[in-house]
């Protein structure tokens, strides 16, 4: 840590099939009309998210779920229990927002989520997302690496773990008024798996600004894990030598637990984990070990073996 990841638009030319440019700040990126008038993926709702080449190192291997099913089908419980809270997420106000970076670092910093947008390696990546429910999508997520915030502010050797917040407003989340959850959703990982080239800080989707209800303005996404990993709409991050108990840990350890790497071998103690259902269709497909990133994440679990890795 830091680890320097190359950006989407430095890989070699043979691999880049730069799929797509999304424009969003067009003058701010000083682009004159030809080219405008050339993009085929030009659309009006990209507007404020930059552009974003696709980085064709991390292939998902099976086809994008559809926009309309990856944004209306969807946990965030602080909206309600069930899959359709799409709408009621819309009451999310935006902008602006903040995101705090703190505890054991060196600088700690507030960063406006514009700033963001503006100063991070922003990328597209094809990431699976495997839910814990033994569900599963592919989505186009635009955003940029952990690491590349972190190296903002300079992580201490002493941080071990690292912390995500997320917003708790019950003037517009429904959910809060259910107290027994332990609100706010907090989450967490250890510092060499949010240094990992994977780890991926997520502000938009399907080239467009990160819809409320996907965790918008900002969420996490680290696709070996399963999804309840990957807070959403986070407001702080914390480095901390203090392992975090997280949101659905606190509430069932014994089926949520801190590492939660997806094993298709370990099931969940009430179903198995051996396939998952596609969302958009109705296939069953064998779900994989570190679903399917094991080349770019097995190294960080040696010498782990007595930990409670799966789940
Ligand atoms: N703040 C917050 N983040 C959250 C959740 C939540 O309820 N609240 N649900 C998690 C779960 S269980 C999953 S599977 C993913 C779902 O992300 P998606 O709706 O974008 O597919 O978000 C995760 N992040
Ligand atoms: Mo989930």
């Known amino acids: 840590m830091p680890i320097r990841i190359p950006r989407g638009w430095e890989i070699p030319e043979r691999e880049a099939t730069a799929e797509h440019l999304v424009f969003g700040r067009r003058k701010a990126f000083g682009l004159g009309a030809g080219l405008l008038a050339t993009s085929p993926a030009l659309g009006q709702d990209a507007a404020g998210l930059p552009p974003a080449m696709r980085n064709t190192r991390y292939e998902a291997g099976r086809e994008i779920t559809a926009e309309r099913d990856a944004t209306t089908y969807n946990n965030y419980y602080e909206f309600g229990t069930d899959k359709g809270i799409s709408r009621a997420a819309q009451r999310l106000p935006q902008r602006p927002w903040t995101v705090k970076v703190e ?143 997280s949101f659905w840990e606190r509430i069932q350890a014994q089926e949520y637990g801190f590492w939660a790497n997806v094993n298709p071998e370990v099931s969940h103690p009430r179903w198995s984990q051996a396939s998952e259902r596609v969302i958009g269709t109705s296939e069953r497909i064998p779900t994989r070990l570190f679903n399917g990133y094991a080349d770019f994440v097995a190294p960080l679990y040696t010498g782990l073996q007595n930990e409670r890795l799966w789940a």
């Open 103 to 245: 505890g054991m670092v060196e600088t700690p910093r507030e960063f406006g989520i514009e700033d963001l947008l503006r100063s991070m390696p922003i990328e597209e990546r094809v990431y699976r997302l495997r839910c814990v429910e033994a569900w599963s999508m592919v989505v186009p997520w635009t955003g940029f690496p952990l690491s590349a915030l972190l190296s903002q502010v300079k992580p201490l050797g002493s941080a071990k773990y690292v912390v995500f917040e997320t917003a708790a407003l019950p003037r517009v989340m429904p959910g809060l008024r259910q107290s027994w959850y332990p609100w706010p959703y907090t989450e967490g990982c250890t510092i060499e798996e949010a240094g990992n080239e994977l780890s991926f800080l997520v502000v938009g989707a399907y080239g467009k600004l990160l819809p409320p209800q996907n965790g918008g303005p900002i969420r996490f996404h680290q696709p070996w894990k399963y999804g309840f990993k990957a807070g959403k709409s986070i407001t702080t991050i914390k480095l901390t030598d203090q392992r975090p108990v």
